[in-house]
């Protein structure tokens, strides 16, 4: 690693970021083809934060995205962290003139779509409203501006008139939603997209991007089970074009299979991932997520594993799934440790840990973690060095249930037959005045020697 390489990641790592030694097996030419809009200029930049191999690479094309753009902030950003990394390189020279003439050109524009609106206003003609809005709102999306980008394009909702742009509307505000990264925010405007089947061809066309969004936002909320169900979902005879905004088809078979992995079990995985011919159609570019899928099904969990840590760097540098790699990794090994043991009452940690070893830690403190956070029902023999299986008994867990019905019932009775037993012996403290009244309507009320009949 050069030296300016060096220097550049130590701040990545201390400033908490992923640093990504290896190379992935995607070019990064053909991989940022599969998107438009601002996630392309995400994406190489985070590749370019991240990835030792594709940093400088990255970075100048993140730099060329933004000068194809509007947004001068976005430039400036990536210009440092070039300026750092490469700062030999040709590209590594700021163009002052760009920024000031682009910064000119986005104040003239600013103005004159809020003079035309205004106009619009005063017209009170909807239709022209709300075009009014959406281009202001698409141009402070242009230029960075997210906050007035989302104001504006919900103010488009009370002048819709057809069903395509109550779509349009709510694909701009979970688009806008996503890169602010308020995944809370996502599920709400995607409710307000649903049409109740009164146009299906225009809701067809947008379930993919529904199911994409919702799929992302849950897994920002680390709702794992959820958004696997959501990506599995999606339609894959719409153009990638209608959500390509937001993921590619083969990231929609990427977080699709890793999700289930890492949630279901293996008949889920049979009937929801292998025999689902949706999903399949998804699967065709990605073939590693169906062998993956294929192999744990099938009971070669180490298989599985090898396939997946193959393609742990790739996954590593997604804009989306780079915070939940390590986590949802650690998911799908704890479920093959825990279906492999199921035969055994009994396993060597040297068997172990040639099926599911790792340079990271031993396998024995990883069976340690598991057993303490109850995943594996399990014991450690560390002088033979075994892992022995707890194996459930079904008539002692049936016995140890009607014991405990039993004492429940038994508690039950006692605090009844004590309640007749204070009753009958006129031990039980009736309410005063003070205490207030409350009896149903004609309940009758005793104060010594008086009865009042309640009518």
């Not at 902030?73 to 590594?92: G, H, I, M, S, T």
């Not at 505000?173 to 990264?181: P, S």
């Not at 990427?254 to 992995?261: E, I, Q, S």
Request: hydrophobic share 40%; with cysteine.
């Amino acid at each position: 690693m050069a030296d300016p390489l060096l220097e550049f990641f130590t701040q990545m790592d201390i400033q908490g970021g992923v640093v990504v030694q290896d190379s992935p097996k995607f070019d990064l030419d053909l991989y940022i083809q599969n998107y438009r809009g601002r996630t392309r200029f995400d994406r190489l930049l985070l590749i370019g934060r991240s990835s030792v191999k594709l940093c400088v690479e990255a970075l100048k094309a993140a730099l060329a995205e933004a000068k194809r753009g509007r947004d001068t902030q976005r430039y400036r950003d990536v210009f440092e962290y070039l300026r750092v990394a490469a700062p030999n390189d040709p590209d590594a020279v700021f163009d002052k003139k760009w920024v000031d003439r682009q910064d000119v050109a986005n104040h003239e524009e600013t103005q004159r779509l809020l003079t035309e609106l205004k106009g619009y206003k005063n017209n009170l003609v909807k239709e022209s409203i709300r075009m009014g809005n959406e281009e202001l709102a698409k141009h402070y999306e242009a230029i960075g501006d997210l906050n007035a980008a989302s104001e504006h394009y919900s103010k488009m909702r009370p002048d819709v008139s057809t069903a395509k742009h109550v779509i349009d509307v709510g694909k701009h505000l979970v688009r806008v939603a996503i890169q602010r990264r308020e995944w809370s925010m996502v599920a709400p405007h995607l409710v307000k997209m649903t049409l109740g089947g009164q146009y299906p061809e225009e809701e067809r066309n947008a379930q993919p991007f529904i199911r994409a969004a919702s799929g992302i936002a849950l897994l920002g909320q680390e709702k794992y089970w959820e958004a696997a169900l959501s990506f599995l979902d999606a339609d894959p005879n719409v153009p990638p074009k209608a959500y390509n905004e937001l993921a590619s088809r083969n990231d929609i078979a990427v977080y699709g299979g890793l999700l289930a992995l890492a949630t279901m079990d293996r008949k889920q995985l049979q009937s929801m991932v292998l025999e689902n011919q949706n999903f399949r159609v998804f699967l065709e570019p990605e073939p590693h997520i169906r062998r993956a899928v294929t192999m744990f099904v099938n009971g070669r969990y180490s298989a599985c594993i090898e396939i997946l840590e193959g393609y742990r760097t790739d996954y590593l540098l997604d804009i989306y799934l780079q915070k939940h790699v390590s986590k949802i990794y650690a998911k799908i090994r704890s479920k093959c440790v825990v279906q492999y043991l199921i035969p055994f009452s009994c396993v060597s940690l040297d068997t172990l840990e040639k099926a599911f070893g790792s340079p990271e830690r031993p396998i024995e403190e990883e069976l340690a973690v598991m057993i303490e956070e109850g995943v594996l029902e399990a014991r450690i023999d560390g002088i033979e060095r075994l892992v022995n299986t707890v194996k459930i008994d079904p008539r002692a867990q049936m016995q140890a249930s009607a014991l405990v019905s039993a004492e429940n019932y038994e508690k039950q009775a006692i605090e009844r037959l004590r309640r007749m037993a204070i009753a009958a012996a006129d031990l039980e403290l009736m309410p005063t005045k003070k205490q207030g009244l409350h009896l149903p309507l004609g309940g009758d009320i005793s104060f010594g020697d008086q009865e009042i009949v309640m009518g």
